[in-house]
């Protein structure tokens, strides 16, 4: 079946402008998690959303982040006023988020993100 | 708080030799153990997993196997393969209940024919 799907695959933007990155996650996952993996970093957690429950905002690194989920499927990043620190790559993932099995997750090929 | 820690890359090998990338992890709890591959250009997938002490988690050729006595996880090939150069990383979840995954700063492997 389908996997995880972000858009766009490259952004170019310039510093101080707004940028969306879009996330589909496998159809009937209701968890749903963006990181941030900078050059020769590990992941960074950013957001976490699990069904209709309040997303774990915990690690969203300034309030020029935000994301949202609609619906219970897709989800928007969004980052106002970009600065050239923010370039990096932005994975989306999902997971069943039901049982112990949905501790495993599925990857997008992610969004590369480039603040000029 | 939870944390991974993986050996620093790159690690660099001739193609058949014997791979070992280690990892080690402290949580609290029983978390579920994981190792993700990513592929030049391509988003993490999963290799392997265990959820439970002494379990082997295995797949191409990979193994792992989760031992709560080091608290380790270290990852294993007997003859690797070009193909399998890559980034790997380890990774927690479960701990305490948490859905918020824990990964390791990736190792990157290098195979040379």
């Known amino acids: 079946g389908a996997g995880v799907s972000q858009s766009p695959s490259n952004k170019v933007t310039e510093k101080g402008k707004d940028v969306e990155l879009r996330c589909d996650p496998i159809?009937?996952?209701?968890?749903l998690y963006w990181y941030r993996q900078s050059l020769g970093q590990g992941l960074e957690f950013l957001i976490y959303?699990?069904?209709?429950?309040?997303?774990?905002k915990s690690g969203l690194p300034s309030d020029r982040f935000s994301a949202e989920r609609t619906g219970g499927s897709v989800s928007t990043l969004t980052i106002q006023r970009t600065q050239q620190e923010d370039s990096a790559v932005y994975l989306c993932?999902?997971?069943?988020?039901?049982?112990?099995?949905?501790?495993?997750?599925?990857f997008g090929p992610g969004t590369r993100l480039t603040v000029t | 708080g939870d944390s991974v820690t993986q050996m620093e890359g790159p690690v660099t090998l001739s193609e058949e030799a014997f791979l070992t990338i280690n990892c080690t992890y402290t949580?609290?709890?029983?978390?579920?153990l994981f190792w993700y591959v990513q592929y030049p250009g391509e988003g993490l997938q999963l290799l392997l997993k265990?959820?439970?002490?002494?379990d082997k988690g295995s797949n191409k050729g990979f193994e792992a196997t989760y031992r709560k006595e080091t608290t380790s996880f270290h990852l294993e090939k007997g003859s690797v393969q070009v193909s399998d150069s890559a980034v790997y990383f380890c990774?927690?979840?479960?701990?305490?209940?948490?859905?918020?995954?824990?990964f390791g700063r990736g190792t990157s492997l290098i195979v040379h024919p």
């Open positions: 993932a999902s997971s069943t988020g039901v049982t112990s099995a949905s501790y495993e997750q599925y």
């Open positions: 159809s009937g996952h209701t968890a």
């Open positions: 959303f699990q069904g209709n429950s309040a997303p774990d």
């Open positions: 949580a609290t709890g029983y978390p579920s």
């Open positions: 265990a959820t439970k002490a002494d």
């Open positions: 990774a927690l979840s479960g701990s305490g209940g948490s859905y918020i995954p824990t």
